[in-house]
Nanobody, 117 residues
Framework: QVRLVESGGGLVQAGGSLRLSCAAS????????VGWYRQAPGKQRELVAS???????NYADSLKGRFALSRDGAKNTVYLQMGSLEPEDTAVYYC???????????WGQGTQVTVSP
């Protein structure tokens, strides 16, 4: 089993920055990739960015250049650095781990990001 805990969300003005953290625990060795997703009110959950075990990253086309992933293996944590934030970035941001545990995905509880005009 894998447990994910997101943190770092909050209220920020447009143009500002935030760094979200996704801390993993449990069967770390089973994690193949970690992704950040977001869900705005009334909208479907969408992929923001992901990183696999080899360190290869993938970003939503609309967010390239503003968002960046990094990870700290010693802390089992993946970070999402968000810059030049816009009100349209307001959403609950979730972390997802794809694992080899019966090909199961695990989700965190989410962290709210609110960008004011």
């Amino acid at each position: 089993q894998v447990r994910l805990v997101e943190s770092g969300g909050g209220l920020v003005q447009a143009g500002g920055s935030l760094r979200l953290s996704c801390a993993a625990s449990g069967n770390i060795a089973s994690i193949m990739s970690v992704g950040w997703y977001r869900q705005a009110p009334g909208k479907q959950r969408e992929l923001v960015a992901s990183i696999n075990s080899a360190g290869r990253t993938n970003y939503a086309d609309s967010l390239k250049g503003r968002f960046a992933l990094s990870r700290d293996g010693a802390k089992n944590t993946v970070y999402l650095q968000m810059g030049s934030l816009e009100p349209e970035d307001t959403a609950v941001y979730y972390c997802r781990a794809s694992t080899t545990i019966q090909a199961r995905d695990y989700w965190g509880q989410g962290t709210q990001v609110t960008v004011s005009p």
